[in-house]
């Protein structure tokens, strides 16, 4: 297999995409993270402690008014470098197929990664922050307050998950 | 102000979008909600508690296999009725200028929406959600399981809005 992870694994399943897009996005900045190869990357965000970098186009530098008073953000990011067409996989680390809305791999019809990073500092238009897993250079497409009112569910519950827990 | 939202408040900041769009989605199905004008739907995800319904286009079938072992998902729609050039904004509700990227305003360089939202029932392609805010036929663009263990942070807080409330 290689890095970029376009090959397909026995047991995987792939459909036919549309013949169009039905949307289009900037990308608004990059995230810089110490990891320069997907081996490397940690296997989720909660995983590493390492202080990662979102870099903001300066044109958009107004727009992170009022970033700097909140403790956790909603990072979205753009994950190019997987395929879109899979709509079962058999990631590594769990080695049994489950379906992509069920996972939370880079593959998938919109690669668009949500992380909730804890924001350590803001420099101009460059943020410090942890809790991000993602390549170096990964295009950045939105960055939102984390309210806890709304996007904190602590009993949430992923029964496949919790079942191979034991 | 029309009901799609294009026009700008006293206070607004728009800036002008790049030339040339980086990367393309693919609605891959339909939310369904009761809510057909803008100024009817709730002003956040845990306003509501009605039933929504998560229409997956069929040709993604496969990819829910195990969603329905998820008690919170996190689904990611399309906010096409909002303009993407404001980086100052002056939220209705608020009354006051903040950053795009401090708001959950649909209006954004992306209009990528993230709600958590509790799964009620999965039927087919159908999913029966609460917890969703917006249109009636937003385009869906992915969803994802909502881990508590590196999704959920209830000691998060937003600075400004909490000093609003308080």
């Not at 909660?46 to 008073?69: K, M």
């Not at 803001?122 to 009112?149: E, H, M, N, Q, W």
Request: charged letters at 25%; proline letters at 8%; glycine letters at 6%.
């Amino acid at each position: 297999m290689a890095d970029d992870d376009f090959g397909i694994r026995p047991g995987e399943i792939a459909v036919a995409l549309p013949d169009r897009y039905d949307a289009s996005l900037y990308f608004i900045g990059r995230i810089r993270t110490p990891w320069t190869s997907r081996d490397a990357c940690p296997k989720n965000p909660r995983e590493s402690d390492a202080v990662c970098t979102i870099e903001v186009d300066p044109r958009y530098a107004a727009a992170l008014t009022g970033v700097d008073s909140c403790s956790h953000l909603l990072v979205l990011y753009w994950m190019d470098r997987s395929r879109r067409d899979l709509v079962i996989q058999v990631p590594r680390h769990y080695g049994e197929p489950r379906g992509t809305f069920a996972l939370r791999s880079p593959a998938r019809p919109n690669p668009i990664a949500a992380s909730v990073a804890t924001l350590v500092a803001v420099a101009g238009t460059r943020l410090s922050v942890v809790g991000l897993d993602c390549l170096d250079g990964t295009p950045l497409l939105d960055i939102k307050p984390y309210f806890a009112s709304t996007d904190a569910y602590p009993q949430a519950v992923v029964g496949w998950h919790r079942a191979r827990q034991g």
